[in-house]
């Protein structure tokens, strides 16, 4: 017998067939005999409309109860998945986060996981009793709703996972894996059978949002075996017959000793919503870079990548950096506030950029990864504005409307494509 977390997002709970599927799903594993804790996103596109809602009730609105409307989708597809469990003979109860409890700080629509009270469930699953929690929501110290962030199932699901020390934690969503990139773009992208925590968390993090990245960070730090795999095969399926619990139908999110081998880069990731600022003719002196970035961080924007140019007179300088795009509107604007005392002469910026990222453990050991990088963008005429790297990724910012021929360009250059077979 083993202990499984078993998450199924949006596109997975859409309708009611799809609900009775994912029961299907449950029932296989309750049969085989393994206690089960299912973790549950809204309806596909339930969340979106209820973020619309907030947007279109007041000019501002108070984050808290920003977090008690959009945490409100998931309450419907908890009740209705363990209606459906019930329907087919498996016992089965909702939990709200508050009921669990899913403690978590008060940082309201990106809240972080402090703690998770297993001890109730435990006990349920002693009866029997599937337990069905909403993903994406918990209760802060003061005994108000919080959400974790868009996407933030996953995350909920590897904190239940770690807290039940489950044997896995298996994210079933509408790809049937982890794909070298997203297989929505490049359908020549291929399915991963394992792929490094390390690589997955920038892959995550890059923009490729199969996986919330807190939820691999979580999963890393945890040691839970986290795999992502499609809720669209059929539940009876007879390849999930006399399945052990290392069995892996999909990828498999595991330490780099786990893999026998490395590709020098192993995906892509990309990421549409960022917008570029400049700041020109800044005074080239001690300082000037924490003046520019304190506000910022104290207006909570978030800055990406930074490049500050060499001064031709040793006296002003050019300094570009990144936001995404909805946070552009505010960082322009504390950046104009701020104008006296930085004494630059010109603010540009552009909305419509791309993030396009390279990641593979691999490339720490390999020389010529980022020149043949520029020089495949150079090939396809694409300009690239600002670049950025780790040990383990390349990231570059491109416009925006070449996203698609950048992804596919390298993916091909990097030996990525699948090879069709005749
Ligand atoms: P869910 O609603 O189940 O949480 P998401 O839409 O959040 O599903 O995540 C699944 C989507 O992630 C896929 O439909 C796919 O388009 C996208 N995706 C982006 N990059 C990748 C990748 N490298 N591998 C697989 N899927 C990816
Ligand atoms: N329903 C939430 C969202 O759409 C959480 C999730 O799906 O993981 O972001
Ligand atoms: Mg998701």
Redesign the pocket.
Known sequence: MARLVMKF????VGDIDRIRNVAAHVQREVDAGHQVAVVV?AM?GETNRLVGLTRDVARLHDAREYDVVVSAGEQVSVGLLAMALQDVGVAARSWLGWQIAMKTSDVHGAARIEDVDVAAMEEQFGEGRVAVIAGFQGISGNGRITTLGR?G??TSAVAVAAALKADRCDIY???DG??T????MVPAAQKMNRISYEEMLE?ASLG???LQTRSVELAMSHNVRLQVRSSFDAPDDAKFKNMAPDDIVGTLICDEDEIMEHEIVS?IAYARNEAKLTLLGVPDRPGIAAQIFGPLADAAVNVDMIVQNMSPDGKTTDVTFTVSQDELERAVKVVEAEKVGLDYSQLQSAPEMAKISIVGVGMRSHAGVAQKMFKVLADQGINIHVISTSEIKISVLIDADYVEPAVRALHAAYGLDEEVAG
């Open positions: 997002g949006g596109t997975s996103s596909s996407g199932s996953d969503t509408d790809v982890v794909y990139t997203d297989p929505r892959m490729a949002k199969v995906g």
